[in-house]
């Protein structure tokens, strides 16, 4: 009982670690670098082209136009493709040490990772609502919002949108202005 725990403990944390390089990697490369194949062309296209063309500036938030805010989420099929990605290493774990919790912790966090992703650029994108105005104004979120706002500014810096460890690993964390 004990090992289990602490192996959901080490892979929870394990996962973490690797979805921050992950998203780190993903928004470094392929979505701000031209790299060769159709699936790295296409993420730089919707990335730097439309995203980053629309929200920049005085434009980073609340986009109008319906058109603009479908430049924001990754099409569907990006996520599966992350979620697989982010717990592989995790079910080779498993496999040989006959444990499966390993692969369950790191799908959760994958699938947790993946879903605040696209909630929390949703929200520093698009116009205040009500519902949502709450959560805009926590210490963690305005620091989150500000970090991603300086990634509008200067590309080449905070890549990381939900847990900044690989920026700060990485050295490309931007913290002044």
């Known amino acids: 009982m004990i090992l289990n725990i602490a192996i959901c403990i ?11 390089i992950i998203e780190w990697w993903t928004h470094k490369y392929p979505m701000h670098k031209k790299m060769p194949g159709p699936l790295f062309r296409f993420l730089f296209r919707h990335h730097v082209n439309l995203h ?21 989420p990754f099409p569907l099929w990006v996520g599966p493709l992350l979620i697989l990605t982010a717990i ?55 620091w989150l919002n500000e970090h991603h706002r300086k990634h509008h500014e200067k590309a ?16 490309t964390m931007l913290l002044k202005k």
């Open 156 to 171: 080449s810096y905070n890549f990381n949108l939900v847990l900044p460890l690989a920026d700060w690993l990485f050295g």
């Open 10 to 20: 080490v892979s929870i944390t394990l996962s973490l670690i690797l979805d921050s």
């Open 88 to 142: 592989s290493p995790f079910w080779i774990i498993s496999y040989y040490i006959g444990n499966y919790i390993p692969v369950w912790s790191s799908l959760s966090v994958a699938l947790f990772y993946y879903v605040a992703f696209e909630g929390i650029h949703q929200l520093m994108h698009i116009p205040d609502s009500p519902k949502v105005r709450w959560i805009r104004e926590t210490k963690w979120f305005k």
């Open 52 to 72: 980053h063309s629309l929200f920049s500036g005085n434009a980073y938030e609340h986009s109008h136009e319906a058109n603009d805010r479908d430049t924001i």
